[in-house]
């Protein structure tokens, strides 16, 4: 399997809140990712850096030749589709904790 990304020493903050640091990973080509987690706990976050659409603290990143263009649309897309689904999640429990209000 060909090498995507190498991910080296990643580190966010929000202010004087860490989200990470030290955090390396490695993806090939086939590989499937899954991040859980609480919210809050920088998993939009990491995928943002990983779609190099958020600023780090530290960055060491090398991209092998076969990470195409082709593959960055990939993982923007499906950035934007887990950033849409997350506002979904997000609309459900505000409705859930509202109707819970309601009926205590």
Known sequence: MSLLLNCQSLAKAFGA????RDLSITIHEGDRLGLIGPNGSGK???LGILAAETLLEQRKTEMND???AADAT???EAYEAMQQAQQEVDRLYERWS???AKLA
């Open 66 to 68: 076969a990470a195409t």
């Open 74 to 76: 990939r993982l923007n």
């Open 17 to 20: 809140r860490p989200i990470f």
């Open 98 to 100: 509202e109707l819970e």
């Open 44 to 46: 939009s976050t990491l």
